[in-house]
């Protein structure tokens, strides 16, 4: 699996404001936001439920990434789901820093790989037991 993902109570705005608090709280930060309803709505006339993709960034973790491996800014940000399923609940997933990064056989990049994943565990883990 390249991802791991929880359902969040709430409505679409709220838990993506509720992702993105999370993830500052883990040094993340929002570099683009794709909102794929306007786009496949504008693009090709086609309705779709809400869905966008947050390119989530830890600055000094993308620094040892680059550091280890310039290239590996192909497959940097971290990407992260908000999407609205058929019922109306809200999903949040995440890419899965460990499944992606094991492309790159540089030193130090596994070690990268799990603790960029431990932030989003307890992002993930913050969605779903708020204090």
Same mark, same amino acid.
């Given at each position: *699996?390249?991802?791991?993902?929880?359902?969040? #109570?709430?409505? *679409?705005?709220?838990?993506?404001? !509720?992702?993105?608090?999370?993830? #500052?709280?883990?040094?993340?930060?929002?570099?683009?936001? /794709?909102?794929?309803?306007?786009?496949? !709505? !504008?693009?090709?006339?086609?309705?779709?439920?809400?869905? @966008?993709?947050?390119?989530?960034?830890?600055?000094?973790?993308?620094?040892?990434?680059?550091?280890?491996?310039?290239? /590996?800014?192909?497959?940097?940000?971290?990407?992260?789901?908000? @999407?609205?399923?058929?019922?109306?609940?809200?999903?949040?997933?995440? *890419?899965?820093?460990?499944?992606?990064?094991?492309?790159?056989?540089?030193?130090?990049?596994?070690?990268?790989?799990?603790?960029?994943?431990?932030?989003?565990? @307890?992002? @993930?883990?913050?969605?779903?037991?708020?204090?």
């Amino acid at each position: *699996m390249y991802s791991f993902s929880t359902q969040v #109570k709430g409505d *679409m705005a709220s838990v993506e404001q !509720k992702v993105v608090e999370a993830l #500052k709280t883990e040094g993340f930060g929002i570099l683009t936001e /794709i909102d794929v309803q306007a786009t496949l !709505k !504008k693009k090709l006339g086609i309705d779709h439920r809400p869905y @966008r993709i947050l390119g989530a960034c830890n600055p000094p973790l993308a620094h040892r990434a680059l550091e280890a491996d310039p290239d /590996i800014g192909l497959l940097l940000p971290c990407n992260v789901v908000v @999407r609205e399923e058929a019922d109306g609940a809200v999903t949040v997933a995440f *890419m899965d820093p460990v499944a992606v990064l094991t492309l790159v056989e540089r030193e130090g990049v596994a070690a990268l790989a799990a603790e960029v994943r431990a932030r989003l565990e @307890r992002v @993930r883990h913050a969605l779903v037991n708020p204090e």
